[in-house]
């Protein structure tokens, strides 16, 4: 007997990442739906927290390089193709980061000033967000604030956004790195750890029966 097709609100397909040098990633709560292993160790993940839609990756070189038949973009955006898009959080020496969308602002270390305690208007310019956290090694300890990282964390709970939060291994990541990124990552039930897994190139994959639907 053939298998029965996914529901509507349901899609059967899979994706595949990766990665050449990683962190890892520890999921604390029953927000994550999905996860990929590099060498028995979590190195991405995806999940919905309130109304928001977040994937978290402990590699970035992960974000938009999936190889995948999900729509990754459009669930995460939460409104289809072509979504807008704010990057914040490395400085000029961190990188080459290694993905470019069509319409994505670029901000630097910081939220912008004017979405700073206001994740309703961030809500309203940006469907997705993208934290990628800097390295101490060459900010100088120059960090978001608590009150920008609270500002995203309720962008996607409170207000239905989508986020790409994104760490890398220890060593690139000190310390208080990876307890800048964990502001954002723990509320939504994943945890950046320091972890250096350097070994060479490995990929993962995560098979779903069903993944959300954006047009469910």
Known sequence: MPDAPPPDDCLACSISIASKQSGALEILGNEVFGTAELMNEIVYALGTSGSGRFIASADSSLPFNEVSDCPIVEWLA??????????????????????????ETVAGIHLPAQ??????????????????????????????????MQTVVDYVVSHGGGLYVVSEFYGYMNDADLESVNRIMEPLGVRALAVNLNWGNVAGNIDFTCFPNPAG
């Open 115 to 148: 979405y700073v305690g206001d994740p309703a208007q961030l809500a309203a310019d940006f469907d997705i967000v993208v934290y990628m956290e800097g390295s101490g090694q060459f900010d100088q300890g120059d960090q978001p604030t608590d009150a920008e």
């Open 78 to 103: 939460g409104t289809g193709a072509s979504p807008k898009v704010l990057t914040f959080g490395w400085g000029p020496q961190d990188g080459p980061k290694q993905f470019s969308l069509p319409q």
